[in-house]
């Protein structure tokens, strides 16, 4: 992987797109990148499975939760998953569980913060449709960048 700076990168390309503060990292991987596939999931992560058992190929799973509280998005299965399948990371605009075992995964993880509760599988969702939260509309294939200093969208991969 190479290195970068969300900092430097902003700089250089101040048309970026900049995600509101609001995430925090829980993976063991805080610094990554990758093109965005992006996951509905209202208190459902029937979807978020469906798309981690697919080949990763160093892509960011982007999903969008509505930020709901009553549930876990993602747990330490489907990050061991994500891993396995070679996602880059999952971001989460809703909560995780697991946090403990996640952290221990070499995968980079942001969500919105945890809850125990598991989500009930009903089969709702979409994969491949735009998502908006936290001041962003992420679309499959942009590009996602993220470090300690946050994460930034982009439509060029800024690292050619």
């Known amino acids: 992987m190479e290195n970068f700076a969300t900092a430097d990168l902003l700089d250089q390309f101040p048309e970026t797109e900049v995600l509101l503060p609001g995430l925090s990292t829980f993976g063991g991987k805080p610094c990554f990148y990758g ?4 996951v509905t999931a209202p208190e459902d992560n029937s979807f ?11 892509r960011v799973l982007v999903v969008d939760g509505g930020g709901s509280t009553l549930c876990a998005l993602l747990g330490d299965q489907l990050a061991q998953l ?9 971001i989460v605009h809703g909560y995780i569980r697991d946090s403990q075992v996640i952290a221990d995964i070499p995968i980079g993880v ?4 945890t809850i125990p509760r598991r ?3 009903r089969n709702k969702g ?4 735009p998502v908006h939260f936290l001041g962003v509309t992420i679309n499959p294939g942009l590009w996602v960048y993220a470090d300690s200093d946050g994460v930034i969208i982009s439509k060029p991969n800024l690292l050619l």
Do not use: C, H, M, Y
Request: aromatic share 6%; net charge neutral; no cysteine.
């Open 119 to 121: 989500s009930i599988k």
């Open 35 to 38: 093109q965005a596939q992006t």
């Open 48 to 58: 978020v499975r469906k798309a981690l058992e697919g080949p990763g190929e160093n």
């Open 82 to 90: 994500a891993f396995d399948n070679q996602w880059a990371a999952v």
């Open 126 to 129: 979409s994969i491949g449709e």
């Open 110 to 113: 942001r969500a919105l913060g």
